[in-house]
């Protein structure tokens, strides 16, 4: 009989719960590592409220898929998911956001005040060296290097959709290179912004978070000799 969660470790917990939803990613022919020794380490020194807002997460996902019918074609599993999502969280998108999404897209949705992922799917693990857990108890400018100037392009374009859109838009910046920086490999990926737009609390009509998707190619190592292992 599996143990009561109140005895049960912050490892444990974690590691269940990953497993899980990997588990349940794989009958839609999602497969990507859960977690490393070093990435549970890590959840496991963070403070109780960072375990908690990372298991919460997870288990929102989780119960996200347990959602979704089993004989669900993968092409329209996103649509059905951030459906899901939206309502479980009071969100309305754009109607043709998720009518746009295209097959292989990274789909996110941000908290506009916090700008914390309240939504993501999991397709970016599927070409990424990192496992799940790295991704969720690692701060972003420590995982990714993104060619220079990039950054404030993406965040000027993020305040005028949600600041002054209205409707699901072009990101309109342009294709650019993204470097994994703890990988020793330090894998590189070519990225095409796709679509942006803005959220609204589907009860008050205002505007609370701001979603988007990507496309990604992995292009190999981002140096021509393997003794380079830090940016």
């Not at 917990?13 to 022919?29: N, R, V, Y």
């Not at 506009?112 to 400018?141: A, G, H, I, M, W």
């Not at 305040?159 to 470097?179: A, K, S």
Request: hydrophobic share 35%; aromatic share 10%.
């Amino acid at each position: 009989m599996r143990k009561s969660q109140a005895f049960e470790t912050p490892r444990t917990q974690i590691t269940e719960l990953i497993d899980a939803l990997c588990t349940k990613l794989s009958d839609f022919g999602l497969y990507f590592r859960g977690y490393t020794s070093l990435s549970v380490s890590t959840y496991c020194n963070l403070p109780p409220v960072g375990r908690k807002q990372i298991s919460d997460a997870l288990s929102f996902a989780l119960a996200l898929m347990n959602s979704a019918p089993k004989n669900m074609a993968y092409s329209t599993l996103d649509a059905f998911l951030i459906g899901k999502a939206c309502q479980s969280l009071n969100l309305r998108l754009p109607e043709n956001f998720t009518k746009s999404i295209q097959s292989g897209d990274i789909v996110e949705i941000y908290d506009l005040v916090t700008q914390t992922q309240v939504y993501r799917n999991f397709e970016f693990l599927r070409n990424s060296s990192y496992d799940l857990l790295t991704v969720c108890v690692t701060p972003y400018p420590e995982l990714f290097a993104r060619e220079e100037g990039f950054e404030e392009k993406i965040l000027e374009r993020t305040r005028e959709i949600t600041l002054n859109g209205h409707n699901t838009e072009p990101w309109n910046v342009p294709n650019h290179h993204l470097v994994e920086k703890l990988d020793g490999r330090h894998r590189k990926f070519f990225l095409k912004l796709g679509l942006i737009a803005p959220v609204y609390n589907s009860n008050t009509g205002e505007r609370v978070a701001w979603a988007s998707t990507i496309q990604v190619v992995s292009l190999g190592s981002a140096y021509p000799t393997p003794n380079v292992v830090q940016l």
